[in-house]
């Protein structure tokens, strides 16, 4: 599924190098603003031990994770909604992804500059949440205005689409961000299409230095403060640690750096699952001697639109999907011993896939 998690901030904050550790593309990193010209796109694997526990018992000739896409965007500056820097090319690109990784510095090093003089994360995540606002405000004023005529002729939906569009207007002109707004089902399907940059989620990224990693330190602290009420995930990473555990060669190595740091595992591996759960997705796989795979699905599909996610004729002339939940196939150990144990089910079209199932489906075309 081509759904995207944009990485944000302002300049300088280390969006690149933790892009780099997240990808094998390599975005250049460098120590001034608008080093990333062009958004970078990287397609990166989820980690997830559920697919190693299932290599294990089923011993497939190959094994695939799930994917999902990071894009790492230029830094955005203020005035950014009205053209400053690259303001209205970033900006755009912002709008093309589906959520947002909102990084913002919490370190302290005079070698690498600061776009305004200090640090203060607080205030950096104002000045980025403004921009977007501004630029959401400018969108849903244009919308109001373009609906004005079918309003007065009395169409329904221009009439629902309309007020809805003046609360959102509300909204960004009190200095909040759309997503702080609850909608319906059919409000959402609306608001999707406005295309609005602040409806999207997001996440807070804090980016520490080495003595940080583990604990957080007082600007971490004045950031999670400062979102309580946003109901968003903070992470805490060091980006600069986390290149550092990549041009380590053995797995050995990486794990001893991490021992050192009292970590359990590198701070993308956090990241990359915490981006997944936010872009609301889940995972099922498929388990056999050829492969054994991960399939990535919006949360809430039913057994035919997860079969369409293999291949569109699995949805089309869905019959039936065989189902077997992990922590049964972990269990039993086998296919034969979850049907054995009378744990093997076999659901209809309106089953919804719930996240680890193990599936098999049973099509006509």
Not at 78 to 84: D, Q, R, Y
């Amino acid at each position: 599924m081509a759904l995207k998690c944009g990485i944000v901030g302002l300049p300088n904050v280390g969006k690149s190098t933790l892009f780099n550790c997240l990808s094998n593309a390599k975005a250049q990193s460098a120590n001034y603003p608008f080093c990333t010209i062009e958004p970078n796109v990287g397609t990166i694997s989820v980690p997830d031990p559920r697919l190693e526990k299932l290599e294990e018992l089923v011993n497939p000739q190959r094994v695939l994770p799930t994917t999902m896409e990071i894009v790492d965007i230029a830094g955005l500056v203020k005035g950014a909604s009205k053209g400053e820097g690259l303001g209205n090319q970033f900006l755009a690109n912002i709008r093309e992804t589906d959520a947002i990784i909102h990084v913002v510095r919490c370190f302290e090093d005079g070698n690498i500059i600061h776009v305004d003089g200090s640090i203060n994360p607080i205030r950096d995540k104002e000045v980025i949440d403004i921009e977007l606002q501004l630029k959401d405000l400018e969108s849903i004023e244009k919308r109001i205005n373009s609906l004005g005529r079918t309003v007065k002729s009395g169409d329904k939906d221009a009439v629902k689409e309309h007020g809805l569009a003046i609360n959102i207007l509300a909204v960004l002109e009190s200095g909040k961000s759309v997503r702080s707004l609850e909608f319906d089902v059919l409000e959402q399907e609306i608001v999707d299409k406005m295309q609005l940059i602040t409806a999207k989620p997001v996440m807070y990224l804090c980016n520490v230095d080495e003595a940080s990693v583990k604990g957080g330190n007082a600007y971490v602290d004045a950031l999670k403060a400062s979102v309580a009420e946003e109901n968003a995930e903070v992470l805490v990473i060091g980006a600069a640690i986390e290149a550092d555990i990549m041009e380590l060669d053995t797995y050995e190595e990486r794990h001893m750096f991490l021992d050192e740091l009292g970590l359990k595992e590198p701070g993308v591996n956090r990241l990359i699952r915490s981006a997944y759960q936010l872009l609301n997705l889940d995972t099922y796989f498929t388990a056999g001697e050829k492969e054994v795979r991960a399939w990535t699905i919006k949360k809430g599909m039913t057994a035919p639109q997860a079969a369409g996610v293999i291949h569109t004729d699995f949805e089309k002339g869905f019959i039936r999907a065989e189902v077997i939940k992990y922590n049964d196939f972990v269990e039993f150990g086998s296919e034969t011993a979850v049907k054995d144990a009378g744990k093997f089910r076999v659901e209809g079209k309106e089953y919804i896939v719930e996240d680890g199932d193990v599936m098999h489906f049973r099509f006509n075309v």
